[in-house]
T-cell receptor, first 114, second 113 residues
Framework: DAGITQSPRHKVTETGTPVTLRCHQT?????MYWYRQDPGHGLRLIHY???????DKGEVSDGYSVSRSKTEDFLLTLESATSSQTSVYFC?????????????FGEGSRLTVL | KQEVTQIPAALSVPEGENLVLNCSFT??????LQWFRQDPGKGLTSLLL?????REQTSGRLNASLDKSSGRSTLYIAASQPGDSATYLC????????????FGSGTQLTVLP
């Protein structure tokens, strides 16, 4: 199994509070991704990173920011959580970003915003 | 915009059956397509990655095919087992971006002992 650790695995928070989810990898892969999974919408990309300090938006990036200061860590921040951000968040990594690399996923972080 | 459809949405079969899961996509200008399985409460596990230059990819009892011209991929599972019960998702790249995948809603498979 790819060495991907997400933390926290479960979090309950209140509307308006900031939340940071962490993804840590031990594979030294260049590409890292944050997805959210919701019933009826499947998996949707929030943000991704193609190197340290290099990030780009996905299809559902509003309300989220990311940072990558080290190869192994990719942080997802909800500056002011809303109930619509209740979801399961998955981090993924890939060695290659040109469409030829496999994508490996973490176990997920379940976030509930009350 | 890449749109992915997986049929059937759910499937229940007795153990030992061979089965086919279908995936169709609208944008055939893809570099590859990946199949995943997801167990309840878990992350996704990569099963097979088919490059655009390939027509098939095999791993054990799994065989995936890709027909770009028709916008279709199939996942064939031979001699199904209860441990194969999971949701299977296909994911071609998003239109205009090799780095981003578009996921189907998946086929929820139950293999009965």
């Amino acid at each position: 199994d790819a060495g991907i650790t997400q933390s926290p695995r479960h979090k309950v928070t209140e509307t308006g509070t900031p939340v940071t989810l962490r993804c840590h990898q031990t594979e030294n892969h260049r590409y890292m991704y944050w997805y959210r999974q919701d019933p009826g919408h499947g998996l949707r990309l929030i943000h991704y990173s193609y190197g340290v300090k290099d990030t780009d938006k996905g299809e559902v990036s509003d309300g989220y920011s990311v940072s990558r200061s080290k190869t192994e860590d990719f942080l997802l921040t909800l500056e002011s959580a809303t109930s619509s951000q209740t979801s399961v968040y998955f981090c993924a990594i890939s060695e290659r970003g040109d469409g030829t690399g496999e994508l490996f996923f973490g176990e997920g972080s379940r976030l509930t915003v009350l | 915009k890449q749109e992915v459809t997986q049929i059937p949405a759910a499937l229940s079969v007795p153990e030992g059956e061979n089965l086919v899961l279908n995936c169709s996509f609208t944008d055939s200008a893809i570099y590859n397509l990946q199949w995943f399985r997801q167990d309840p409460g878990k992350g996704l596990t990569s099963l097979l990655l088919i490059q655009s230059s390939q027509r098939e990819q095999t791993s054990g009892r799994l065989n995936a095919s890709l027909d770009k011209s028709s916008g279709r991929s199939t996942l064939y599972i031979a001699a199904s087992q209860p441990g194969d019960s999971a949701t299977y998702l296909c994911a071609p790249p998003r239109s205009g971006s090799a780095r981003q995948l578009t996921f189907g809603s998946g086929t929820q498979l139950t293999v009965l002992p």
